[in-house]
């Protein structure tokens, strides 16, 4: 029975963080992650020659940790324009971000999507933050929904733009999220530029577990935690079809582990549909929204027209993004697509459909930026639950939840 400083549960963005701050703090750390890739959420399948991410994902390197602990120049991230392609009735209008695109800023204003009257609200509602994420954190917080209707934004700009986006970002198309969780991330959107890495989202992780791996640790795949109990002055954990490992220190880093107790929060689910298409539909590289809201999908992009290498030489593909719960099949899909892109979605091959349930957990108002990370007796948590749903809340959780192991450990 091999023993351990810390075991960490789930080979996620969390999990790998903790154990990077681990190693290399000297600890002897081990990462068991019970599929056969490490990412969790964060994963990229070769689906005959096509990257397809769980799910349509994005890196902002905006993000502070992402700065501080990930190599972005390393996964040579293909940048999506800070802009968003709106269907409407007789055409497409495109909004872009005026700082980043300044010669688009004619086409937004005559767009009939931006009104006087809705720029001011959105002033109001969203930029003090984007000046300082102190304004976020501070005062009352409400469902975004409360909060827009208390600023004064409605019209066309709320209902044909920003709530068809935000939905595929949140999972939530009712914009019951926190107001405060949603005005943080439009500063990260306002503030960096996203887009995926040249190798599919899956790069991501795997930088990270080759940088624990450098540490010192080590990262077991396909190892499926069956049982935690608690032995001497630490812990056993049972592993399907393997001999058990003993730790110090457990921390939890994915769903519900048996013996472990877990209060995870409420999920929210996303549903993304991958096409390959022998020609694009479109050659704009933009996110797409369907401003007349005629359909399940809240947003759809062409990879391709972003980062090429998600597909073989000479294909495309293209994503369409809806909120779970769907039962909307795959023919009323092809429908809107074609008429958000004005294309002939017949030839198009369905690669895969991700149904993912728990793409992210709920943020509810009021928002709480820091959850627990010590369960006690030396069991510990992270994820993005303990933190912000986004990138940067996993790496932060991990981060934390391996502090404190090396806090108590030293004790």
């Known amino acids: 029975m091999n023993g351990y400083d810390v075991i960490v549960v789930g080979a996620g963005l969390a999990g790998l963080r903790a154990a990077v701050r681990l190693a290399e703090a000297g600890r002897d750390v081990v990462v068991l992650e019970a599929e056969d890739a490490v990412g969790g959420r964060e ?28 190599d972005v120049d390393a996964l040579a991230l293909r940048r999506f324009p800070v802009a968003v392609g709106v269907r409407l009735e007789d055409r497409v209008a495109h909004l872009a971000h005026p700082l980043r695109h300044p010669a688009s800023l004619p086409a937004s204003l005559r767009s009939g999507l931006v009104r006087p009257a809705d720029l001011l609200a959105l002033a109001r509602w969203a930029g003090p933050t984007v000046m300082s994420a102190r304004a976020a954190k501070t005062g009352a917080d409400r469902p975004l929904a409360e909060a827009w209707d208390r600023a004064g934004l409605r019209g066309p ?25 949603v005005r943080l991330l439009v500063r990260s959107f306002a503030l ?10 899956g790069a991501l992780p795997a930088q990270l577990a080759d940088t624990a791996r450098r540490a010192g640790a080590g990262v077991r795949l396909e190892h499926r935690v069956s049982a935690i109990e608690a032995q001497g002055r630490g812990w056993r954990l049972d592993i399907e079809g393997r001999d ?3 730790a110090r220190a457990v921390i939890g880093a994915t769903g519900l ?5 877990q209060p995870l929060p409420r999920a929210r689910g996303l549903q993304t549909w991958w096409f390959a298409a022998d020609e694009p539909p479109s050659d704009d590289a933009a996110l797409r929204v369907d401003g007349r809201r005629r359909g399940p999908i809240v947003n759809t992009a062409v990879m391709t027209n972003t980062a090429p290498t998600y597909a073989p030489r000479g294909q495309h593909l293209v994503q369409a993004t809806c909120v779970l719960p769907s039962d909307a099949p795959e023919s009323v899909v092809r429908r809107q697509l074609a008429e958000v892109w004005d294309a002939d979605t017949r030839p198009w091959r ?24 010590r369960l006690g007796d030396g069991r510990y948590l992270a994820g993005d639950h303990r ?15 391996a502090e404190a192991v090396l806090t108590d450990l030293a004790r």
């Open 43 to 70: 994963r990229t399948d070769v689906v005959d020659g096509f990257r397809l991410d769980l799910g349509f994902h994005v890196l902002n390197p905006a993000y502070p940790a992402v700065r501080r602990w990930v």
């Open 157 to 181: 700009l709320r209902e044909s733009v920003l709530e068809p986006f935000l939905a595929g970002v949140l999972a939530d198309d009712r914009q019951q999220t926190s107001d405060a969780f």
């Open 192 to 201: 960096g530029r996203p887009g995926v890495p040249a190798a599919g989202i």
């Open 244 to 246: 058990a490992v003993t």
């Open 257 to 261: 582990i048996p013996g472990l107790d």
């Open 350 to 373: 369905l690669l895969r459909r991700d149904d993912i349930a728990g793409a992210l957990p709920a943020q509810d108002p009021p928002l709480r930026l820091r959850q627990p990370v």
């Open 387 to 401: 933190d912000t749903a986004s990138i940067q809340g996993a790496l932060v959780s991990g981060q934390r939840a």
